[in-house]
């Protein structure tokens, strides 16, 4: 590639990738849809005849000829050798994706220091969870006889809303607990042994989800704990609690491992009752519908 400045960049030798972020705005909508297609699957969709490429993203073949120019290019042969340096300077491999844009940046820079921590961070999860207590989890959220009430505290409220929404969708018996502590005895109230307490609770940790962790389990309520590698003092009377590092170049921890964690208990739980599931999911497309809340 060149090193001279480009004149649609600004940037010496820029790649194609950044050529399309650079000019995406003046873009037509049928070519930001072969623009899409390509960048999801770059440099490999652009690497074809234009007739191929240009079937594959579900566009004209003028289309991809007038992108091409708009970012800088003679022509499509240009455009093509243009991605096929690219592809040669390219490491292959599985982190071929990432080293693509990657290496557009410094390693020093911070999209790269927290990508860098985030791979680590799940990493570490997956590594420290115990597949036989995942399995155990999953059969216990799964379980409709027991009914499911779930908690965060201050940043970890969002979680516990976004597994409710999943979880509301999966099964039934299931309850969202307001994230005020004055309101938890009337949900303890309701707790019969065996229900279940699916509980979020990160550094710094709070005493008033320590306190009714142990009301429940007094009463007999199964205690799942989603926590850091650090532990929340829940874990003193979890039945299975599952460890996030969550730790990146930031003030705050992350909750990326987190929610890895929790999609796959929602996946998992999902495919534990999966016929009961499915007629779940399409009744209540049924009343989405009935409702019109959402366009067609």
Not at 82 to 108: C, D, I, K, M, Y
Not at 115 to 133: K, R
Not at 190 to 212: I, K, P, S
Request: a neutral charge; one cysteine or more.
């Amino acid at each position: 590639m060149s090193t001279s400045s480009d004149s649609k960049t600004g940037k010496p030798g820029a790649t194609v990738r950044e050529k399309i972020r650079a000019q995406y705005a003046a873009l037509t909508q049928s070519e930001r849809k072969f623009a899409n297609a390509l960048l999801a699957n770059y440099p490999a969709a652009g690497l074809a005849s234009i007739t191929i490429v240009a079937a594959s993203a579900d566009v004209s073949t003028p289309t991809v000829a007038r992108m091409v120019q708009k970012l800088g290019y003679k022509g499509y042969p240009q455009f093509h050798r243009a991605l096929l340096r690219e592809l040669e300077a390219t490491v292959s491999g599985p982190t071929q994706r990432r080293a693509n844009w990657a290496s557009e940046v410094p390693a020093t820079h911070l999209l790269n220091r927290f990508v860098t921590a985030i791979g680590q961070n799940i990493e570490q999860t997956l590594s420290n969870i115990d597949t036989t207590q995942f399995d155990e989890a999953v059969q216990v959220l799964a379980d409709t006889d027991r009914r499911l009430y779930l908690v965060g505290g201050r940043i970890t409220r969002a979680l516990a809303e976004y597994a409710f929404t999943h979880f509301q969708a999966v099964r039934q018996r299931i309850t969202h607990m307001t994230s005020s502590s004055a309101t938890w005895p009337h949900y303890l109230l309701d707790m019969e042994a065996g229900d279940v307490l699916l509980m979020f609770d990160v550094r710094r940790y709070e005493t008033n989800l320590q306190r009714l962790a142990e009301l429940a389990a007094e009463r007999g309520v199964h205690v799942i704990l989603i926590t850091d590698q650090w532990a929340s003092p829940v874990a003193t009377v979890a039945k299975h609690t599952f460890h996030c590092w969550v730790e990146i170049p930031s003030a705050w921890d992350s909750n990326i491992s987190t929610m890895m964690l929790l999609e796959t208990l929602i996946a998992a739980v999902q495919e534990e009752n999966w016929p009961e599931t499915r007629a779940r999911y399409e009744r209540l497309d049924e009343i989405f519908d009935a409702a019109r809340l959402f366009g067609k």
